[in-house]
């Protein structure tokens, strides 16, 4: 019989805002308890607040997060599988007036997408990434990922990742933070009520610093659960306490906050 995963603590009940008026209202196919429906809803949020629903071209990569496309009303262009950043660089450089955004899973991005990625920052291409990074490869099953931190299990690996042997799990934010058309780089997560107010937050700075006119890729790292596909040695989650395991174990090694922020928002930044 599997054993489920006990949290280090109870776990409270919050909600978190309203609806945007930006989303479509369409029944979305992501599993009972995902992230995805959240950051969606971030996102919408932000394009409301700042008025950019006529300007924003959504450039989604293939993964659970295609699904965005049908529940955020404005243009997109669906992406081939790792290229959603070069899509992203021919379409920014062609309509300039318009806010580009690339929307991946830590299996696009940081997988197959890596280096069309590394790329753009290397470049200072002009547009902003979203990648919800639920720490495995989810809409082909769970096996483990580029940035599957060790206690993670997974279908391949249901002990989770030895470093010895399979290596270290990618921090995209730190890998990219160095380069210098990288504009702004966060890292947020969605394991709690808290935790999204904050991730609100950084999601309308990332678009403000865009609409501002500063040029370079913004780019923010979502740390989001797959409580359906973490499973293995004995474990399972459900929506509540894969939260609280990414509250407690997975932001161990991946710590949330602003990284590289422009010095004329670093004041605001603290706030």
Known sequence: MSTAYQPPV?????????????MTGIPNTWCPGCGHGTLA?????????LGLQDRTILCPGVGC?????????VNAVMCPHGRASDAATGISRMLPDRVV??????GDACGIGLAGLMHACARGENFLVFI???NVYGMTGGQMGPTTTPEVPTTTFQSGRDATVMGHPIDIITTLERYPGVAYSAR?????????????????RAFQIHIDGVRGVKIIDVLGNCNVNWKGGGVTFT???????IEHTIMKYFE??????????????KK
């Open 65 to 73: 997060g295609t699904s965005i496309i049908s529940q955020i009303d």
């Open 256 to 269: 949330v906050g602003e990284v590289r922020v422009p010095d004329a928002y670093r004041k605001s930044a």
């Open 10 to 22: 109870d776990i409270e009940s919050r909600q978190v805002g309203g609806v945007p008026g930006t």
């Open 132 to 134: 919800y990074n639920n």
């Open 239 to 245: 929506p509540a306490t894969a939260n609280e395991f």
């Open 188 to 204: 947020v997560s969605l394991a709690s009520g808290v935790l999204v107010k904050k991730a609100a937050k950084i999601v309308k």
């Open 41 to 49: 809803s971030l996102i919408a949020d932000a394009i409301d607040q």
């Open 101 to 106: 955004v690339q929307y991946s899973g830590d």
